[in-house]
């Protein structure tokens, strides 16, 4: 019923990009960039061995909210640099012990590049995806998904070109890599709501055992800057920092997107 391929793209040294496309395209067909591109369909090309399904997740959202079926462009993570380019450029830039922090969890010297990763979504990946397929690219039907550091890049994509995304969708965001300062300074940067939407939600085993107190906290200055009708933040009780169990909530995410399409 539905084709999936992988194509491949050279831009910031080689990327693949993979893509789910549902049969039926229009000019308004939703469009959802995903990153960590190997880990959104196939589990056999994730680390973890499992992969979010979103080619399954997708139409089911489809049908929940009575929404066209999303066009999925998922671009893959370059691995030693995914840290690097999911990561706030310009915040971390301004504050050189935040540079440090990452610095120490990673094995390779550590430079941001936040800014031409996301310079090359916006600039090159949609003109190309509106060229192939036709599109007429509008931000209310224009998204962002990550996880963990995707989560962090998606705000990040939405704050730099508020006018080119409406929603981003942040999976177990990684606030805890860093102090309160650091997710307000993420906070700060947002654009003022108009037709802008996030969604934020975690677990609270493992690694997210820690995660709601932060994210609690980015929730009052979500309020205070304007945002109480225009974010929600969803916590899933007995689920982990993996693929395995974002996949689950995979088609409530989806249909928070879908269902805000106007």
Same mark, same amino acid.
């Given at each position: 019923?539905?084709?999936?391929?992988? @194509?491949?793209?050279? !831009?910031?040294? /080689?990327?693949?990009?993979?893509?789910?496309?549902?049969?039926?395209?229009?000019?308004?067909?939703?469009?959802?960039?995903?990153?960590?591109?190997?880990?959104?369909? /196939?589990?056999?090309?994730?680390?973890?061995?499992?992969?979010?399904?979103?080619?399954?997740?997708?139409?089911?959202?489809?049908?929940?909210?009575?929404?066209?079926?999303?066009? #999925? $462009?998922?671009?893959?993570?370059?691995?030693?640099?995914?840290?690097?380019?999911?990561?706030?450029?310009?915040?971390?830039?301004?504050?050189?012990?935040?540079?440090?922090?990452?610095?120490?969890?990673?094995? #390779?010297?550590?430079?941001?590049?936040?800014?031409?990763?996301?310079?090359?979504?916006?600039?090159?990946?949609?003109?190309?995806?509106?060229?192939?397929?036709?599109?007429?690219?509008?931000?209310?039907?224009?998204?962002?998904?990550?996880?963990?550091?995707?989560?962090?890049?998606?705000?990040?994509?939405?704050?730099?070109?508020?006018?080119?995304?409406?929603?981003?969708?942040?999976?177990?965001?990684?606030?805890?890599?860093?102090?309160?300062?650091?997710?307000?300074?993420?906070?700060?940067?947002?654009?003022?709501?108009?037709? !802008?939407?996030?969604?934020? /939600?975690?677990?609270?085993?493992?690694?997210?055992?820690?995660?709601?107190?932060?994210?609690?906290?980015?929730?009052?200055?979500? #309020?205070?800057?304007?945002?109480?009708? @225009?974010?929600? !933040?969803?916590?899933?009780?007995?689920?982990? @920092?993996?693929?395995?169990?974002?996949?689950?909530?995979? $088609?409530?995410?989806?249909?928070?997107?879908?269902?805000?399409?106007?």
């Amino acid at each position: 019923m539905y084709c999936h391929f992988v @194509h491949k793209i050279t !831009h910031l040294g /080689d990327r693949k990009v993979d893509l789910w496309i549902p049969n039926s395209l229009s000019p308004i067909t939703p469009i959802l960039i995903a990153h960590d591109g190997q880990n959104c369909f /196939d589990g056999t090309l994730s680390l973890s061995g499992f992969g979010w399904e979103l080619d399954k997740a997708a139409p089911l959202a489809a049908e929940r909210t009575g929404q066209l079926e999303p066009l #999925i $462009v998922a671009p893959w993570n370059l691995e030693d640099k995914r840290i690097m380019e999911y990561t706030p450029e310009d915040i971390l830039r301004s504050n050189p012990e935040w540079v440090k922090a990452y610095q120490s969890v990673t094995e #390779i010297p550590y430079e941001p590049c936040g800014n031409a990763y996301i310079d090359w979504l916006v600039q090159e990946l949609l003109p190309w995806t509106v060229k192939e397929f036709g599109f007429e690219l509008h931000p209310n039907r224009t998204a962002l998904l990550g996880s963990s550091l995707g989560a962090l890049v998606s705000v990040t994509a939405l704050s730099k070109y508020p006018e080119v995304f409406a929603c981003a969708l942040c999976v177990s965001t990684h606030w805890t890599i860093e102090d309160l300062d650091f997710a307000a300074a993420c906070v700060r940067q947002l654009p003022k709501p108009t037709n !802008h939407r996030l969604w934020f /939600d975690h677990g609270d085993t493992g690694l997210e055992a820690d995660y709601q107190p932060l994210q609690d906290y980015v929730d009052g200055l979500l #309020i205070d800057a304007g945002w109480e009708s @225009h974010f929600v !933040h969803k916590i899933y009780p007995g689920t982990d @920092h993996t693929e395995r169990d974002w996949r689950v909530r995979a $088609v409530d995410v989806l249909s928070f997107w879908l269902e805000g399409i106007r």
